[in-house]
């Protein structure tokens, strides 16, 4: 199962998230859970990266099936608010997943 876990600071902006695990819902590289949960995630930090212009700390793991991700305190307001939106997009993308396949994907958004 993927677990999800976004961590948020007492105002409600997302201060970090994780993903670790596999789905498991299909046979390896026909995993469309973990493809869709992979898609979302990594595009969301990519594009804060790139369009935000903010260095974000990104910790993965070589064989896959972890993502981590601190946005730092650093940020300019405006950075901030568009990060913010970005992964906020990423949490509705991924409680979407949850809902049609809660059987291989869970999360915790922890307030």
């Not at 961590?7 to 046979?27: L, T």
Request: charged content about 20%; proline content about 3%; hydrophobic content about 40%.
């Amino acid at each position: 199962m993927i677990e999800v876990r976004i961590n948020r600071h007492p105002s409600g902006r997302i201060q970090s998230f994780s993903m670790s695990g596999h789905a498991e819902s299909g046979p390896y590289g026909h995993d469309l859970v973990c493809a869709g949960a992979s898609a979302v995630s990594i595009g969301a930090v990519n594009a804060a990266q790139v369009l935000c212009q903010a260095e974000l700390l990104v910790e993965t793991q070589q064989d896959g099936g972890y993502i981590s991700c601190t946005v730092p305190e650093a940020l300019s307001e405006s950075q901030h608010r568009d990060v913010q939106l970005l992964l906020e997009g990423m949490v509705l993308s991924l409680k979407s997943i949850e809902e049609e396949y809660d059987a291989f994907i869970s999360i915790t958004d922890r307030r």
